[in-house]
């Protein structure tokens, strides 16, 4: 199966943007590339999800590289409701998704 | 809508003691997963259901057992439970084949906390 590669943690202040990167070396052709987030205490919740092209919705932006080995998601105001641990997940064939142990975002005040 | 539901939230039991965590789901949806997430770890996945009467193994399905009653309900049973699956469980569930990508994304329950002594 497809791994992903990301940072344990980070930091951001809050109401400046966040890229969250990813790295997906072994990503294949029909793999959606899926990003979710745990808030503290809850179940994980998703966040945006692509193939190719860069996608926006109202939570926040995924670009992805063009050769898709890479991903980088995108908030674009941190917000201290946005302090969770982010997933960058690839949904492979079969329907199973393998999470890693994700990014912890800590949003500075 | 009440999306994934999971129960029990909280659990106790002790070394050996069996019991079932039910989980059921409202959107319609036809796959539905177990998860674990140990302290400070990502999440593992236990068994997933393609469809109402299919099961397969993830991850982690060891010690684990799971029934997948009608479309709406998964659970999961732990025959003989043992400290080392002091866990947080998650069910999710999503459509699969889905009409649209978006329709595949997962729907996660909030999560039962177990402990075993």
């Known amino acids: 199966d497809a791994k992903t590669t990301q940072p344990n943690s980070m930091e951001s202040n809050e109401e400046e943007p966040v890229h969250l990167p990813c790295n997906h070396s072994?990503?294949?052709?029909?793999?959606?590339i899926h990003w979710y987030r745990q808030l503290p205490s809850q179940g994980p919740e998703y966040v945006i999800h692509?193939?190719?092209s860069n996608v926006n919705n109202r939570m926040a932006s995924l670009a992805i590289a063009e050769d898709r080995k890479s991903s980088t998601l995108i908030l674009h105001r941190a917000t201290l409701r946005d302090a969770a641990v982010y997933y960058c997940?690839?949904?492979?064939?079969?329907?199973?998704?393998?999470f890693g142990t994700g990014t912890s975002l800590t949003v500075i005040p | 809508n009440a999306g994934v539901t999971q129960t029990p939230k909280f659990q106790v039991l002790k070394t050996g003691q069996s019991m079932t965590l039910q989980c059921a789901q409202d959107?319609?949806?036809?796959?539905m997963y177990w998860y674990r997430q140990d302290p400070g770890m990502g999440l593992r996945l236990i068994y997933y259901?393609?469809?109402?009467?299919?099961?397969d193994k993830g991850e982690v399905p060891n010690g684990y057992n799971v029934s997948r009653l009608n479309k709406r309900e998964f659970s999961l049973r732990l025959e003989s439970a043992a400290p080392s699956q002091t866990s947080v469980y998650f069910c999710?569930?999503?459509?699969?084949?889905?009409?649209?990508?978006?329709?595949?994304?997962?729907?996660f329950g909030a999560g039962s906390r177990l402990t075993v002594l």
């Open positions: 259901s393609a469809s109402e009467g299919t099961t």
């Open positions: 999710a569930s999503n459509f699969f084949p889905a009409e649209s990508s978006g329709a595949n994304v997962l729907t």
């Open positions: 072994t990503i294949s052709g029909t793999d959606y």
């Open positions: 959107m319609n949806h036809n796959s």
């Open positions: 692509g193939l190719t």
């Open positions: 997940i690839l949904r492979a064939t079969g329907n199973q998704f393998y």
